[in-house]
């Protein structure tokens, strides 16, 4: 049980070391008129380490996290990582955080993306919210890409 909690720690300090250093920039996909919303105040984004991965969930504010690549490796290319969790939850660190860190460490650009989950309380439509969240992501990034 204490090798458990041990693990979780060294994993939320990682994942804190990485958001310090590594990512420079958060990127709103929608400047807050996200498509098919439904405002609903007791949806709120929480990350929680419970079950001994650290997820994201509840988003209703689309975003990218850019983690530049170091210039003095950057090749120019750029990776746009959606994190998996079954759609219950974002596994931000391990599919997300450090997959960009890994990227990196190749010379390439990595975007995380955290999109909306379906669920019938925050949109009109849940079968097509994750997907015009990971439509609009790429869009972003050509648009901006140089």
């Given amino acids: 049980m204490i090798i458990k909690k041990i693990t979780a720690a060294c994993v939320c300090m990682i994942m804190l070391t990485g958001t310090l250093f590594g990512q420079s920039k958060v990127i709103s996909l929608w400047n807050g008129k996200v498509p098919g919303a439904i405002q609903n105040s007791g949806y709120k984004q929480v990350v929680d380490s419970a079950d001994h991965w650290i997820k994201m969930r ?11 690549a170091p210039p003095e490796k950057a090749t120019g290319t750029a990776v746009i990582i959606c994190p998996g969790g079954g759609y219950w939850g974002l596994a931000i660190a391990h599919e997300g955080a450090a997959v960009a860190q890994w990227l990196n460490s190749l010379g390439i ?17 849940k079968s097509v919210g994750p997907m ?9 990034v050509r648009q901006h890409a140089k």
């Fill in 58 to 68: 509840f988003v209703t504010q689309p975003a990218l996290d850019m983690y530049p």
């Fill in 109 to 125: 650009t990595a975007f995380v993306l955290k999109y909306r989950l379906p669920n019938d309380d925050i949109m009109v439509d």
């Fill in 132 to 140: 015009q969240d990971g439509q609009q992501a790429i869009r972003l």
